[in-house]
């Protein structure tokens, strides 16, 4: 499975049918695919999950094309009276790494990780990286897509119905996303609601 670039004009449209690919995959498991602005939606009972692919200005046909992946769950009962929204991808993404601050790993979409470093990075993280290029799109990068939404955002569904999946958001995670959760006060409420035997805000002190 390849894109026609004969059919193609502009990178804007080649990145409409990476979306289109995309959706189709994930209307056959159930998610409504919205081609207009591309995101595709899974809603149950208890928890709402967006999924909306971006792109950049600065791709360029036939060389880069980029696809940026986020992921944002809201809560069906806190949706009632507020939006409901509970956490996005830097929740998901990031973890603790080593000790030395500067050093920062990234697992990427396709399989590759990069090891570098940063003299100016506050702490050490491992990061699963959300964006990939898509040009030449083949059935290759559309399974690993998949396996990395799969395994890396829609997993999160039933875990945070669970006490377990809570300890294992909330552990070993940076200050950057400490701070993120413990500001949701969605989050914090959900919690609360469903998981009383947790202290949420202790788990997410400094």
């Not at 207009?36 to 009972?45: E, V």
């Not at 570098?116 to 083949?138: A, G, K, L, P």
């Amino acid at each position: 499975m390849e894109i026609d670039l004969t059919e193609i004009k502009t990178s804007k449209e080649y990145f409409q049918k990476v979306c289109n690919e995309i959706g189709k995959k994930y209307e056959s498991k159930g998610f409504k695919y919205l081609s207009s602005r591309p995101k595709i939606i899974y809603k149950d009972t208890e928890i709402k999950l967006e999924i909306t692919f971006w792109s950049s200005r600065t791709n360029e046909l036939g060389n880069y094309i980029n696809l940026e992946i986020l992921p944002n769950f809201h809560s069906i009962e806190l949706r009632k009276n507020k939006k409901g929204y509970l956490f996005g991808h830097t929740s998901i993404f990031t973890k603790k790494y080593l000790k030395d601050k500067s050093k920062i790993r990234v697992n990427q979409i396709y399989g590759e990780t990069l090891e570098r470093t940063d003299e100016y990075s506050r702490e050490s993280v491992i990061y699963d990286n959300n964006n990939c290029n898509v040009n030449d799109f083949n059935e290759y990068k559309l399974n690993k897509i998949i396996e990395f939404i799969d395994s890396k955002i829609i997993i999160w569904i039933e875990k945070i119905k669970t006490e377990e999946g809570i300890f294992e958001l909330t552990e070993n995670i940076p200050d950057s996303v400490t701070y993120n959760l413990r500001e949701s006060i969605n989050f914090i409420e959900y919690c609360k609601i469903n998981f009383p035997k947790i202290d949420i805000l202790e788990r997410l002190k400094n």
